[in-house]
């Protein structure tokens, strides 16, 4: 069962074609049958009670509530505003709380008092099930660190360009639930995690900030922070001798990189898949992704990741998958060849309601109709906005899953 739906402007052969494989994918990475999957014959007979806090969050709870029926006695869900609706008639009886991301918000914090208290209970065993978005979606601050202070470390963390493990290394200096910190909370009793994985490397200390698994505050503060952020994370690091409890990765980006493959190969294409994982500056990946399909063979070609956007001081509208399309758009301008889409698995790309964006040879040329110029665009982060006049914006709802980006391009030839 399908929980989102794409559009887009034109849906010319090829399109049709990109966008019904990214669809296709999507449905095979819904949480709630992988969750299904995890737990069939693998959970002893008792009680037991259920927190799922992510993006996924939903899907992953209603998979667990399948699959354990009557075992489950609670069950708290955390996911970001607008998340939870395709998921609600299948999770009666649960406590559902939707927050703010990518920023924090007062919502947040209340789920982080919801989870505490969740977490007072004594009794039973404990199924956790995190997804990315948790970071922002759940906290407890440390004593000291105000919601606004909070909110403001979050935006220069989002903006900044850091990695992922940096930046956790920072918001876990913040928090008292993170880096393990809901450990203490569990206090020896019975509890496995099961995750869905949208960081490099599928290390259980970043996915979510690492809740019940200590590591991320051990890393040292990145170099560049202002004085004002240094000095909020001052203070006593988290205590990373903790043992953590059993943690199983049911999704991530391989698996969604093998669902594309087959379900190209089943189109009868010639799938061009792509090892090394996109990481670095969003537009100039796109520019090198155009530069490499101007000369590669024909066929679906296939790379994921998460790129990253270091933000000016008022960016425009976008997010990282927006920006790396429209600079692979500067490079394929004229070709009638090649087509792309960049888009994120989580239904979201930036702080807007578009998953991505599928280009060709003629968005630059459909987008200066508007009077917009590309590099401008590039350069003020405001890719968005050049997409939506070009007509290649991709939207999807809430998808059930949060594997990062995916990146698919087609040169004519394979269909």
Known sequence: MNHYSLYLNKNGKQKALLTALFADTLEQLESDRLVQRA???????????????GKAAPAMASGALA?????????LVVTRHGGAGPWMKRLAGADVIEAGHPLPDADSLRAGRALLDFLADAAGEWLFLLSGGASALVEVPRAGVTLDALRRANRWLIGSGLDIGAINSVRCRLSRIKAGGLLDRLRGRPARVLLVSDVRGDDPALI????LYPGAAARALPAGLPDWLRALCAGPVADVG???VQHRI???LELAREQVERAGRRRGLEVHRHVPELDND?????RELARYLLE????LHLWGGEPRVTLPARPGRGGRCQQLALAAATGMAGRDDIWLLAAGTDGSDGPGDDAGALVDGATLARGGLAGLDAADCLRRADAGRFLEASGDLLSAGPTGTNVRD???ALKSGAA
């Open 242 to 244: 903790r043992r953590p």
């Open 67 to 75: 699959a354990l029926g009557t075992q489950v006695r609670r069950c």
């Open 39 to 53: 737990l069939d014959g693998r959970h002893p007979g008792g009680p037991l009670s259920v927190v799922a806090i």
């Open 296 to 299: 590669a063979p024909a066929g």
């Open 406 to 408: 995916l990146v698919l």
């Open 250 to 252: 049911i999704a991530n």
């Open 282 to 286: 969003a537009a100039d990946t796109g």
């Open 208 to 211: 979510g900030s690492g809740l």
